[in-house]
């Protein structure tokens, strides 16, 4: 019986420690299960609320996308015009713009239909030419509030002033009419929509010009001046000088006016005998 004691004693003490180390492993696998389980758990509620997340920005953009559509569908509205509705435009300053100067036009409505318009308001801008979505210089929209019959016309005029540091280039003018119909329709009529090139007015006299004027005027008379004093000095050399000889007789005056009984009695006298004949006779007297 000792001897079995020893030997049970033996298997005892072996199989303790095994069963503590597979009661070990049960709990850790079973700790282990329960955070892959909590893990997997809050893995499903992330891809739950990310579903949610995703699902709201759909229909956020699908709301969004709603909006613009209905945006696009309310200004293609806007600028469609009516088939009754015929516009013409007149530019009375002419179609050459400059700038810094008034531009005006008149624009004519007719309604061809039965039902009446009302013409809201007309507007104008200059817009980037490579794309009229870019506005470059916008006018105040001018208030009409005008009715106009059917079978009915009616004009306006309009007029605004390109900016000057616009001048020298392109950009697309857009001129808008806008109008309501009886029935309760919006419309708009794109009268002009053109690419137009803006000029600078050449000044006729600026102070640049004037000086340049006003020197070579200055020029010119000096000139002439100088001409006039080479011409006067040429001509005083050229022209004979005049000596002034006394009557040497007689026969160089004229005596037709003196009376003859004068002319007989001066004829009468002793003439005035020269110095050289004086000598003379003084000579024959001595001898």
């Not at 309310?74 to 009754?84: F, G, I, N, R, W």
């Amino acid at each position: 019986m000792f001897s079995f004691g020893p030997k049970l004693l033996l298997v005892f003490l072996l199989a303790f420690p095994c069963g503590l180390i597979s009661v070990g492993c049960v709990q850790a696998e079973s700790d282990f299960s329960e955070e892959v389980t909590d893990d997997a758990d809050a893995l499903v509620d992330e891809e739950e609320e990310e579903e949610d997340e995703e699902m709201l920005v759909e229909e956020d953009q699908l709301q969004n996308a709603e909006g613009d559509e209905d945006d696009s569908e309310a200004a293609e509205k806007l600028v469609t015009s009516h088939p009754d509705a015929d516009t013409t435009i007149i530019f009375t300053t002419g179609e050459e713009f400059l700038a810094n100067e008034i531009v005006k036009f008149l624009v004519g409505f007719t309604n061809k239909g039965s039902q009446t318009f009302t013409v809201q308001s007309l507007e104008a801008s200059f817009r980037y030419p490579q794309d009229f979505q870019f506005f470059i210089q916008n006018f105040t929209a001018l208030p009409l509030n005008t009715v106009v019959q059917p079978q009915a016309q009616a004009s306006f005029e309009y007029s605004f002033i390109p900016a000057q540091p616009m001048a020298g280039r392109p950009f697309g003018l857009v001129i808008l009419l806008s109008y309501l119909g009886s029935e309760g329709g919006v419309y708009q009529t794109a009268i002009y929509n053109q690419t137009v090139t803006i000029t600078e007015r050449e000044e006729g006299l600026d102070g640049e010009t004037m000086f340049m004027y006003v020197f070579l005027f200055g020029l010119v008379a000096l000139m002439l001046f100088g001409m006039y004093q080479v011409l006067e000095s040429r001509t005083r050399k050229r022209l004979p000088v005049k000596i002034e000889k006394g009557t040497a007789g007689l026969n160089d005056v004229d005596i037709s006016w003196i009376p003859t009984e004068t002319l007989n009695a001066m004829n009468k006298a002793s003439p005035k005998t020269s110095p050289k004949k004086r000598a003379k006779r003084a000579a024959g007297a001595d001898q």
